[in-house]
């Protein structure tokens, strides 16, 4: 954080002020492997934390229940036509406050509770709002989840067209939070062509990668497309739509007023810098870097005996099943964090454990990415992983590679973090 606005806090509230300052030690001392974070630059902080926060814009640019909008009204245009631009997209809503809230207008747009709607199975790496019974979208609609082959771990999409044709859904979901493979967008798309379905791409994990060139893009083939801001895209926590023409009223319906009142001027104001970012060399080769990142930590876990759903990774995710080594996701997430090493306990396919108490971990390399660090690096997080975790217990080793890890990233900066 810039000193002046540390000072600004700390003479308000030291209390959260010492607080934030000990989270961006935390940030800047840490290797960040959670697959769902990232480090936003300076100009997104700025962005964020600006007087837009001060601005109440119910509506939408030119269309204001509130006046005084002639300069949010250019700012949410100049983030839409970005939107549009970098993704190729007919239409983009940049309101809704995160990625599960636009997942939700996707819904109300297109739904009316009851009706059937298809997605991945959250055991299988699908996500919550894909009709999982505990979301509020398998309790409104008939969900009906496709899973991954028990051999693979892919998905197969014959499997997915037969249940296609059994249940007729009336949205069909591709996409997830643990999906290490590509998304053949298009044979969603023939999919839910052939029994009448809207198609819905959820990316919000790889949106960076798509705006990056070094992941298949879903806008040519799905009705909507949804996004968080985050993750791989490197912009603030909000969320996105983008979808055909012939949608656009009814998304931007969906949205406000259908579910949220005034968007967050500063949060739009910071996406709009992300997505000016993301349209540059210098991110494409970020993107690129992300996935060369986690194919050489997958294969250094690999050669260190770590058991990886579908073998390996095309994106920015690895998941591990520790099964063979004997130890929970939980426990091994909990020493790795002690080590300085910080990632997610997660379910993998057909885990006989409990979802709080798993036999996974999930890790992604856009943060380190992020801080320039490359395939060699990632050797080395993996060697000390696999320490970490065959020695869950062991407190002295723990907080020995805690050091070393505080030393290896101070050789890399964090953006945004001037400490």
Known sequence: MHPALAKTIADVDPEIAELIAK???RQRDSIRLIASENYVSGAVLAATGSILTNKYSEGYPTKRYYEGQQYIDQIEQLCIERAKALFGADHANVQPYSGS??????????LKPGDTVMGLGLPAGGHLTHGWPVSITGSYFK???????????RIDMDEVRELALKERPKLIWCGGTAVPRTIEFAAYAEIAKEVGAILAADI???????????HPSPVPFADVVSTTTHKTLRGPRGGML???TAHQKAIDKAVFPGLQGGPHNHTTAGIAVALKEAATETFKQYAKQIVANAKALAATLVEHGFDLITG???????????????????????????????LNYNSVPFDPRKPFDPSGIRLGTSSVASRGMKEAEMKQIGAWMAQVVAAPADTALHAKISGEVREFCAKFPAPGILL
Request: a neutral charge.
């Open 23 to 25: 989270e961006e030690r």
């Open 101 to 110: 809230p636009a997942n939700l207008a996707v819904y109300f747009a297109f």
């Open 143 to 153: 969900a009906v989840q496709y899973g991954v082959r028990r051999d693979t771990h």
């Open 204 to 214: 919000a994990h790889i949106s960076g990668l798509v705006a990056g060139g070094a």
């Open 242 to 244: 983008m979808c055909k």
């Open 312 to 342: 390996g990774t095309d994106n920015h995710l690895v998941l591990a099943d520790l099964t063979s080594k004997n130890i929970s996701g939980k426990i091994a997430a909990k020493a790795l964090d002690a080590a300085g090493i910080e």
